[in-house]
């Protein structure tokens, strides 16, 4: 995802720092970290996407591992999720293209080990017994909305953002100035 000329340059110095005291046989710390980027997709029901919110994870682990995945949750079935109730669930991801198509809300930089919780969650979300996807209880938004709060954001899922996702991670933005981030239009 998109990372500022201010932050590449000071990622790239103290990559040269710690490059510098290695050398000198200084012991150094990982300058790991993961970016969670949150995105929404406008979709459009004559098109066959409904609207989606997801996260994607960017970064680089202590070993130097790259990090660069993303994660939604949806149900198998649109069908069946409207019309019975709680429906067969997944855990999607999005395409580089489709990416690119979508509102990058904010990102919030989390620890290797706030990562892995976070990665944990996802697949206690994904093995999940039974039909987990519930339309009003546990949409992506609810999904997403888990991912915001461990990594320490204010949210709820108000009843007017339960099929909004864009309004909704503006409402998360509102609720959560510390993040410097803006809505989008």
């Known amino acids: 995802m998109t990372t500022t000329p ?6 790239r110095l103290l990559a ?10 200084v012991a150094t710390p990982a300058w790991a970290q993961i970016d969670v980027h949150f995105h929404s997709f406008n979709g459009s ?20 591992t790259a990090v660069n995945e993303n994660f939604g949750f949806s149900a198998r079935s649109s069908a069946e999720a409207i019309t019975s109730g709680p429906a067969e669930h997944m855990i999607v991801t999005e395409t580089e293209d ?14 290797p080990a706030q990562y892995r919780l976070l990665r944990a969650e996802v697949l206690a979300w994904r093995n999940h017994p039974g039909d987990y996807y519930d ?29 909004r996702p864009k309004a909704w991670l503006n409402y998360v933005t509102r609720r959560n100035p510390q993040i410097g981030a803006e809505e989008i239009d």
Request: glycine share 8%.
């Open 6 to 11: 201010f932050r590449k340059t000071i990622m």
């Open 98 to 111: 489709t990416i690119e198509d979508t509102n990058h809300h904010f990102a919030i930089t989390v620890t």
């Open 45 to 64: 029901v004559l098109w066959g996407r409904y609207p989606h919110t997801f996260v994607i994870f960017e970064g680089e682990l202590e070993d130097g």
């Open 135 to 163: 339309l009003d209880e546990n949409n992506c938004i609810h999904f997403v909305a888990r991912m915001a709060e461990m990594v320490g954001l204010t949210v709820d899922v108000p009843s007017r953002y339960l099929r």
């Open 16 to 25: 040269a720092i710690t490059l510098a005291l290695a050398g000198l046989g």
